[in-house]
Nanobody, 122 residues
């Protein structure tokens, strides 16, 4: 599996941004796929994932209601729509895939994209 995240940029507080993650050599239903972020000096944080077990989307409490994960199956692409962005959302955002149902435990993800920088600042 290869993952390519994109879409990060500088955005003002309160703004919106949509990240994309293109997956290759990827089979829906065989892999779970999720979004994570890591801010400087902080641990990697799980945000959202689509479970290979039940095909449902799950969110961390920290982003529930503001972030939305979706997918385009024919394009093998997942998206993370981020609304009402705050300065504390500033981080490098990653997509990752797992052959199990890893929930948002980053250690259980086997494949990682290269990350895309999101900066929320006025």
């Amino acid at each position: 599996v290869q993952l390519q995240a994109s879409g990060g940029s500088l955005v003002q507080p309160g703004g919106s941004l949509r990240l994309s993650c293109a997956a290759s050599r990827f089979t829906w239903g065989y892999y779970s796929i999720g979004w994570f972020r890591q801010a400087p000096g902080k641990e990697r944080e799980g945000l959202s994932y689509i479970s290979s077990s039940d095909d449902k989307t799950y969110y961390a409490d920290s982003v529930k209601g503001r972030f939305s994960m979706s997918r385009d199956k024919p394009k093998n692409t997942v998206y993370l729509q981020m609304n009402s962005l705050k300065p504390e959302d500033t981080a490098v955002y990653y997509c990752a895939a797992s052959q199990v149902d890893p929930k948002l435990r980053h250690a259980l993800y086997d494949y990682w994209g290269q990350g895309t920088q999101v900066t929320v600042s006025s």
